[in-house]
């Protein structure tokens, strides 16, 4: 399965407890980028030198990564985590899923009001020297403004600012939407609103994924 949404909505914490739940392999292209750049992989070397150059990484090198990845821990069933990205990696990515013979069959795609996925992004904040992550509302420090790990100063990052995230989020649908067109397509969207509790979307999730094939 893929799992999509916007910045904010919860698609790693979701991507997580799926994993542990169904015993199988969570896939985030990000993850595995940098961690084929870490081991110095043929693949993680072409990545690398784009990235070193400030330029993104082409699409046929994330394909190759993904497909790495797939091939290695993609056995017992997998969850992508925000990728595909756009309908050529889409298309790119059914090839590859048809030459390792498994093929995509569900779609998740989570939602949330805007305001929502503001409220969540805005209020998370990092410590300036350890990098330890926080929540405003639902995981804050001790002490306001302190990290409990090292007592540095924690600290709002720019692309987390009400601005910015509205700026992500139109940047997102933007890109996206095509993609989510090109799964409703295929019969295999299925759409998850996700502004609820951690656990309450799950069990929307689980539900979603048990009415494939209807």
Do not use: W
């Not at 997580?16 to 739940?21: C, N, S």
């Amino acid at each position: 399965m893929a799992l999509f949404g916007p910045p904010g909505v919860g698609k790693g914490t979701q991507a997580a407890r799926l994993r542990d739940a169904e015993g199988v392999a969570h896939i985030s292209t990000g993850d595995a980028l940098r961690k084929a750049v870490a081991e110095g992989t043929e693949t993680g070397l072409k990545a690398k030198s784009y990235m070193d150059r400030g330029e993104l990484v082409p699409d046929e090198v994330v394909i190759a990564i993904a497909k790495e990845s797939l091939q290695r821990e993609g056995k017992n069933g997998f969850i992508l985590d925000g990728f595909p990205r756009t309908v050529a990696q889409a298309e790119a990515l059914d090839k590859v899923l048809d030459e390792i013979g498994a093929p995509l069959q569900v779609v998740v795609n989570l939602q949330a009001p805007e305001d929502e996925l503001v409220r969540r992004l805005s209020g998370r904040r990092l410590c300036s020297k350890c990098g330890a992550g926080y929540h405003v509302e639902s995981m804050p420090s001790a002490v306001e403004g302190k990290c409990d790990a090292c007592g540095a100063e924690t600290v709002q990052r720019e692309d987390d600012k009400p601005e910015a995230i509205r700026n992500r989020l139109q940047v997102y649908e933007a890109k996206t939407a095509p993609v989510i067109d090109y799964y409703a397509h295929k019969s295999i969207l299925r759409n998850v609103d996700a502004s609820g509790p951690v656990d309450e979307v799950l069990r929307k999730i689980e539900s979603a994924l048990k009415s494939i094939g209807d």
